[in-house]
């Protein structure tokens, strides 16, 4: 039995605190570790405040976290002691120790948070590393984990509710966070799209839980040279997650939450730094929720933990990150597709579920991240990222179910699927930096690899009717689990990319030029015999360039050209050209714009051209001659505007149209999921007569968007409100910060979104959140 340790600081063996019932019912014990003021540990006092419990790893993972989480308490016999006896005396059984001087390198200026907050004040941009929002030719927006933490957000998707170019397309009380950018799908299917910390093919598969994240970072449009291309083919920009690391000062957070009907939920964030110049850190992050959801007879567990370990030398830096999470959800929600030639029904109360009571999905995602960056002098670093996923799936519930009628009747077939996705990644490279005259140079050298692996099985049950405004419970099912899991696809990535960011006249002037070679590979498999039945192996090439003009310290203007790359697709048996294989598609942007940092303000105004080809039957004949094109305007700001008043949101207006298609019944529609208009915007103010108290508030609209590429059937627009408060506080000297909120605050009832596949989703009903953070 595995045993994880948590670490809480200040409190002794002796001290007595209440642990709430719900928080210890678990099969796996633990073992604690306190730390008394003198920072000595502790180990074994039952009543020093709860355990994480986890379910048994392989062996090292194990030991490695129960190791770890101990050594994180020994750094605190290095700190000063804030509570000195009377002249300076040693307290009996405490242990005197000489100052240390912290030398620690701090996180780069770039993510420090801008005045607010809410966002940082840049990001990363893959090849091209950290970069300041004023000096990026593309437009970004970076999340911090503040923001999370007072929006109570609790996966990947609540956090981006706040950008006014993105769009989350899955269903709520479902298991999956896709979204659109700029108006192209992307984390749609089984391969995550999301980059962990600028590497594909680490991220948890489905559900991103924000407890271990720093930063949210969106760089909207294709950027195929920054990132290499998308395991899923999405080009409609990256969502990049920054995990939580080592803080420079220590840190102990405790946080209670809540949320209706009654999901209850405990977490704990651990951070300290030892070594003689506090070069190591650990950082461990834990998660315990579960109860009922505010969608009829669902419920939802999640399990997570987080350890993330650094070391930050003088030359040398490393960091190891190790996820695992687990989620069960009982009564899983799916998005909806319309059976052809009827009208969108009214969305019902978002609380209805159809999906059967007995339905349940469970799922275990394992990620691994080793970076290293060494610097070999102050002009040349190099670096190396090897990671991977291991995702695990098992679930008996309907298939997507298909609303039959205007009355809203449903139907929908249950299966019992397993599936098992794997997926590794390394890259390594260098940037180096040099002039030429007066012509400052930053360049990039990139090669990387990534791989996935699909393995699924099904079996089928029978048909299951009901209604979305009154949902049909049937008799439960019983339908085995599949015994074998075959293999059914296999692709690799591969590429090397070369970037060089020119610089002139005090970096008022910043070109960036690049290239990438990237190679495509796939492989299909017969589920049967385990032969493939199709491959793809082809190349490309894909440029950058981009522009950066400021004239003045607070102005930028920039301008970029990039491409996106998806898979080519294998010409059908219908088609003449039967079997022929086509080169990667490339999208294409062209985007200008202006950025604005007013010191409290940080602004981005931005014009974007983006066409995305595509290939379909004309006539007899396969050929790339479909296409998609967006174009579009869009604002984003956040900041302080005035002393205690703090804004975040934006406005996108969208052109998008099907320029080329096959049928006079789509040429010049609108794509399928695309509105004209998606507005966001939030507000916070600090009341001025209560000292901590603050005020919340969020309105978010979309505007209307088609199902089918006929354009004959559509969801109607939505706008919904959000509201909360915080307040933050001591209590018995112990900072405190306690949260409430509601989303949909006024209960509206829509259909919050569509997928390319034509699925549209139900929103969400009005929920209640409140948590409590304490810092021990």
Not at 170 to 178: A, E, F, H, L
Not at 339 to 365: E, F, L, M
Not at 393 to 404: D, G, K, Y
Request: glycine share 10%; hydrophobic share 40%; aromatic share 10%.
């Amino acid at each position: 039995m595995i045993r994880i340790t948590t670490i809480i600081r200040g409190y002794s063996p002796s001290t007595s605190l209440y642990v709430a019932p719900w928080i210890v019912r678990s099969t796996y014990p633990a073992m604690i570790i306190c730390v008394s003021p003198s920072g000595l540990p502790s180990i074994g006092a039952p009543k020093c405040l709860f355990g994480i419990w986890l379910k048994p790893w392989a062996k090292c993972r194990a030991w490695l976290f129960a190791g770890a989480i101990g050594v994180a308490a020994f750094p605190a016999v290095a700190q000063t002691q804030s509570e000195e006896p009377a002249g300076g005396e040693v307290r009996k059984n405490e242990r005197q120790l000489p100052a240390v001087t912290v030398t620690a390198a701090a996180y780069d200026d770039v993510t420090e948070p801008y005045p607010g907050g809410q966002v940082a004040r840049g990001g990363r941009l893959g090849l091209l590393g950290n970069n300041g929002v004023m000096d990026t030719p593309f437009s970004v927006t970076s999340y911090t984990s503040q923001r999370m933490e007072d929006q109570q957000a609790v996966t990947l998707a609540e956090v981006l509710k706040s950008d006014p170019s993105t769009r989350f397309t899955g269903q709520i009380g479902g298991v999956t966070d896709s979204f659109y950018i700029r108006g192209f799908p992307i984390n749609e299917g089984n391969l995550s799209e999301v980059a962990f910390d600028g590497v594909y093919g680490v991220s948890p598969n489905y559900h991103l839980f924000t407890e271990y994240l720093d930063r949210v970072e969106v760089l909207k449009g294709p950027a195929a040279l920054l990132y290499g291309m998308s395991p899923n083919s999405g080009v409609g920009g990256v969502v990049n997650v920054v995990p939580k690391r080592s803080l420079v000062s220590d840190l102990t957070r405790f946080t209670l939450d809540y949320a209706s009907d009654s999901q209850v939920g405990g977490a704990v964030d651990l951070s300290r730094r030892f070594g003689e110049a506090r070069e190591f850190g650990i950082r461990f992050n834990g998660l315990h929720r579960q109860g009922p959801t505010p969608l009829d007879n669902q419920k939802s567990r999640a399990e997570v933990g987080a350890l993330s370990l650094d070391y930050r030398g003088e030359r040398l830096r490393t960091s190891l990150d190790l996820i695992e999470q687990y989620q069960w959800v009982d009564a899983p929600t799916r998005p909806f597709l319309m059976a052809p030639g009827i009208q969108v029904p009214s969305a019902p109360d978002g609380r209805r579920n159809v999906t059967q009571p007995w339905a349940w999905w469970k799922s275990n995602d394992v990620s691994t991240l080793l970076r290293a960056e060494y610097d070999v002098s102050d002009k040349l670093t190099l670096f190396v990222n090897a990671g991977g996923t291991r995702t695990d799936v098992a679930r008996f519930s309907e298939q997507t179910p298909t609303i039959l009628n205007a009355a809203g009747d449903t139907s929908a077939l249950p299966q019992n699927w397993k599936f098992q996705v794997n997926r590794s990644s390394f890259d390594t490279g260098l940037r180096a930096k040099f002039d030429t005259g007066s012509v400052k140079h930053a360049v990039a050298l990139q090669a990387n690899l990534y791989n996935d692996r699909i393995a699924n099985a099904r079996n089928s049950g029978t048909t299951v009717l009901s209604n979305i405004y009154a949902p049909i419970a049937s008799p439960e099912q019983v339908v085995s689990a599949p015994q074998n899991v075959p293999k059914v696809s296999a692709s690799t990535l591969s590429s090397v990319a070369l970037a060089d960011t020119l610089s002139a006249w005090e970096d008022r002037v910043q070109l960036t030029l690049g290239v990438r070679h990237q190679e495509v590979k796939s492989d299909n498999f017969n589920t049967t015999s385990g032969a493939k039945s199709s491959s793809y192996d082809k190349t490309a090439v894909t440029p950058l360039a981009g522009l950066v003009v400021k004239p003045w310290d607070n102005v930028s203007f920039y301008a970029n050209y990039v491409e996106g790359l998806s898979k080519g697709d294998i010409a059908p048996a219908t088609a003449s050209n039967a079997g022929q294989v086509f080169s990667p598609y490339k999208t294409k942007q062209q985007e200008v714009g202006v950025k604005f940092d007013s010191g409290r303000i940080l602004a981005t105004l931005a014009a974007f051209r983006v066409t995305k080809p595509s290939g379909q039957l004309n006539g007899t004949v396969f050929a790339i001659d479909s296409e998609q094109r967006n174009q579009g305007l869009e604002l984003a700001l956040s900041g302080e505007a005035y002393r205690g008043i703090r804004l975040i949101g934006g406005v996108t207006l969208l052109d998008a149209e099907l320029t080329k298609t096959n049928s006079a019944a789509t040429q010049g529609n609108r794509p399928v999921g695309v509105p004209t208009v998606m507005a966001n915007l939030g507000a916070e103010w600090d009341l001025p007569w209560v000292a901590g108290m603050t005020l919340t508030g969020a309105v978010n609209f979309t505007g209307k968007e088609y199902v089918n590429q006929a354009n004959t059937q559509s969801v109607p627009g939505w706008t919904t409100f959000d509201l909360g408060a915080r307040y933050k506080t001591k209590l018995y000297g112990k900072s405190t910060t306690i949260r409430a909120g509601v989303m949909n605050a006024f209960n509206r009832k829509y259909w919050s979104g569509v997928a390319s596949f034509s699925t549209i989703s139900l929103g969400a009903p009005r929920t209640v959140f409140a948590s409590a953070s304490v810092d021990f």
